[in-house]
């Protein structure tokens, strides 16, 4: 009992050259920066990843707007989807230079000036006109902090900065709705387990009519796309600008939506 | 802490958390303040450049003031219900027994420093009250004196501003008395307190410095030694949940 109890306390991976924690450490945490595998990492136990997964899966379902909590939920749930996912991209040569290269879509890396000039229906024109329509930055993603692993840690912020690139991919806008089908997709790709329960709890919040269309053709669509599409976290974003949106959609085997779903106004 | 209704004459008292800087050095607040009838103070010029704990981080003296208002100042919206989340609501009722060991009555003229979310409110510090001596019949700081960069500067304040006869008191968290009871408030003080942190407020660093601090602060006895040497007597302390938390009292004779 006691020695299941040490290990559920534990931070997941010690440092190397870590002989062992002694029970004072055990139980208070690791030392300041000990352990800490990049800038914003926080270390946690095991217990406190339970914690935080729990915790953050009721307060998301709570409050929708707590978009810090579902990123929590999907760091502490995350580790094995992570894996496969980073496995997945090694294996493809344009994931692979992803991975090594790890090209982040923040203001600060595009180049805005050129994303306008370039011609209408490429995927960069659509991305910005995607940001400008639904008022979003790719600047509110948070940093990653609980996955205790560096490289894995970039994946999934990777996983964040391309979803909205897949909005524009399926067209779908940043409501309830938009956002849920976007899951569906992201599930059946990744299996990460915080993209499955959005996908199935997200659903709670809508109403009838939004809840019909979802369950009769939006799923559906979604997660026939899912399967028929390569891992779409092998593509080269920032390499693509200039590609149409449509001819990047036959590339990846991705049909035009069911029907429009319209952004708020 | 909040005032409670049953006071009739409260002066001074409190401190809206949101907008203050608690136990800071600020010189720069100073020359706002109106001056005229509660006297002028000198500010003090030399500041040591010395080490000093953050929680379980060694910051510089000079750091910390602002390290610990940027805490404050993250942690104001949600104060009140992450106290009660924290202690299942016990804190009210160490807030109460403070209260109930004070026994104000109308005319008290109190002074409640650190007084998060209080009423009437004064802006200072701790450090360097802007009141005269001699001015006030208690003199209380629920969980705050553990934030103050200078423990024994606030507590010569407390002794200063003071009438003689005037009461000292302190509820702030203490060292746990009980080896079990120890190892399980370390296990919820630290898996859990950070958590709840990060859900409801958004916020696991002000709540992991919260738990390190209250191992930085002294134990009971040493407390109490520290309350004597600024002058203070019949100094006593009473542990309350198992020594969770303490209220020291002294006396200004």
């Not at chain 1, 692993?149 to 709705?177: C, F, K, S």
């Not at chain 2, 992450?82 to 009555?105: A, E, T, Y």
Request: proline share 6%.
């Amino acid at each position: 009992m006691a020695t299941l109890l040490r290990a559920a306390l534990r931070p997941l991976r010690p440092p190397p050259g870590h002989r062992g924690p002694a029970a004072d450490v055990l139980l208070r945490g690791a030392r300041h920066g000990a352990g800490q595998l990049y800038p914003e990492h926080i270390p946690t136990s095991l217990l406190q990843k339970v914690l935080l997964a729990a915790g953050s899966a009721g307060m998301a379902l709570y409050d929708p707007y707590r978009h810090d909590m579902v990123a929590v939920l999907g760091e502490t749930t995350g580790l094995h989807a992570l894996k496969v996912l980073r496995d997945q991209m090694k294996r493809d040569p344009e994931g692979a230079q992803i991975l090594q290269e790890r090209p982040r879509i923040l203001l600060s890396t595009l180049d805005l000036d050129k994303l306008h000039s370039l011609p209408e229906g490429s995927l960069g024109q659509e991305y910005l006109r995607f940001l400008d329509v639904n008022r979003v930055s790719p600047d509110t993603r948070a940093p990653t902090r609980f996955v205790d692993d560096e490289e894995l840690a970039y994946v999934i912020q990777r996983y964040r900065e391309v979803h909205d690139m897949l909005h524009t991919l399926l067209g779908m806008p940043t409501n309830m709705l938009g956002e849920i089908v976007v899951k569906w997709f992201e599930a059946v790709q990744t299996g990460l387990p915080m993209c499955i329960l959005g996908a199935l709890f997200g659903p709670i919040r809508l109403h009838t009519q939004g809840l019909q269309v979802l369950v009769s053709e939006l799923i559906p669509w979604a997660v026939q796309n899912g399967r028929r599409a390569p891992c779409v976290f092998n593509l080269y974003y920032e390499r693509r600008w200039e590609q149409p949106l449509r001819a990047l959609r036959e590339e990846l085997g991705i049909t035009d939506p069911p029907m429009l779903v319209r952004a708020l106004a | 802490m909040a005032a409670p209704r049953s006071c009739a004459l409260w002066s001074y008292c409190g401190r809206r958390w949101s907008r203050l800087m608690r136990c800071c050095e600020l010189p720069g607040l100073r020359s706002s303040w109106p001056g005229g009838p509660l006297g002028a103070r000198q500010l003090s010029q030399e500041k040591q450049a010395t080490e000093t704990h953050f929680g379980f981080e060694t910051v510089s003296e000079e750091e910390k003031g602002g390290k610990v208002y940027h805490v404050f100042e993250s942690v104001a919206k949600k104060y009140d219900v992450m106290n009660d989340m924290m202690s299942l609501g016990i804190h009210r009722i160490w807030k109460d027994l403070l209260l109930w060991k004070m026994r104000p009555f109308p005319g008290t003229q109190l002074l409640d420093v650190a007084g998060g979310t209080g009423l009437a409110w004064v802006l200072g510090d701790a450090e360097e009250l802007p009141f005269d001596d001699d001015k006030f019949d208690v003199y209380t700081i629920a969980f705050g004196i553990r934030n103050v960069t200078h423990i024994d500067q606030a507590l010569q304040e407390a002794h200063r501003v003071l009438k003689p006869g005037g009461r000292f008191l302190c509820l702030e968290f203490s060292q746990v008395n009980n080896p079990l009871i120890s190892r399980l408030y370390d296990l919820y003080s630290f898996q859990v307190i950070p958590v709840l942190g990060e859900v409801i407020a958004g916020d696991w660093k002000s709540y992991q410095y919260l738990v390190e601090s209250i191992r930085q602060f002294p134990p009971q006895e040493e407390f109490k030694e520290m309350i004597e040497d600024a002058g203070f007597e019949k100094v006593t302390y009473e542990s309350l949940t198992s020594g969770i938390v303490a209220i020291h009292s002294g006396f200004k004779l």
